[in-house]
């Protein structure tokens, strides 16, 4: 069973623009994390959250955590058509050593 | 540094046949994992090991599926016999260790179809 889901499940906007995907999930957890995965390849991990955080950035990514609400965003700035790709949340529930992936955003930059 | 290496990259096969995947983790990288993914669905966990020891294989369905990682490196997934419904990428990552969810590297998956 997967714990996130992921809104939208499709995105489609123009090179430059920002892109903003949400994830939901169910249980407590210990961090959540952010992987891309390009069509045909394996996953990349991009961000790591810590239950504790709120907000992180690495480059042109923004995550957020709202543990109360437990939803987290991820903002891609300025957005390059190399950025197409599928992004998939995965949390880390407490008290279990495993992380549990959502459906994934499928993401279209077009040029 | 090497990553995360899997092999064959697509494989197929007809129906009950039996299969095999072979992954290579990261150089010390303590904790390997199987997933299964089906299109358009994030990968779902089979199977993990902590060193040589398959700490969750809860979701791993033991009648046809099992994994062995034979000295805590090289782990191998096996199917058998495969059957239709088994047609998706199988994910291999892996992590440090150490528990607490940590960053998991994956390698570019098998794909498998079968006929």
């Known amino acids: 069973s997967q714990q996130g889901e992921e809104d939208p499940q499709a995105l489609s906007i123009q090179e430059g623009e920002n892109a903003t995907m949400n994830c939901s999930y169910k249980?407590?957890?210990?961090?959540l994390q952010w992987y891309r995965q390009n069509s045909g390849r394996g996953l990349v991990h991009l961000i790591l959250i810590r239950s504790n955080e709120r907000e992180k950035h690495s480059g042109r990514l923004r995550v957020t955590l709202d543990t109360s609400k437990k939803s987290s965003s991820l903002l891609i700035t300025a957005s390059r058509a190399a950025d197409t790709a599928s992004y998939f949340c995965a949390t880390a529930p407490s008290g279990a050593q495993k992380l549990v992936f959502g459906q994934g955003t499928r993401l279209t930059i077009n040029p | 540094e090497a990553g995360v290496v899997q092999s064959p990259r697509y494989k197929i096969i007809e129906k009950k046949q039996p299969v095999a995947f072979w992954c290579n983790p990261i150089s010390g990288h303590n904790t390997l994992y199987w997933y299964l993914q089906n299109l358009g669905q994030g990968p779902e966990l089979l199977i993990r090991y902590e060193n040589e020891e398959a700490v969750d294989d809860s979701q791993l369905p033991k009648d046809r599926f099992s994994a062995e990682r034979l000295k805590g490196v090289d782990s191998t997934l096996k199917i058998q016999p495969a059957e239709l419904g088994d047609s998706a990428v199988y994910l291999c990552a892996s992590s440090l260790g150490g528990g607490k969810s940590d960053t998991q590297y994956f390698g570019p998956g098998t794909r498998l179809t079968v006929l």
């Open positions: 249980t407590s957890i210990n961090n």
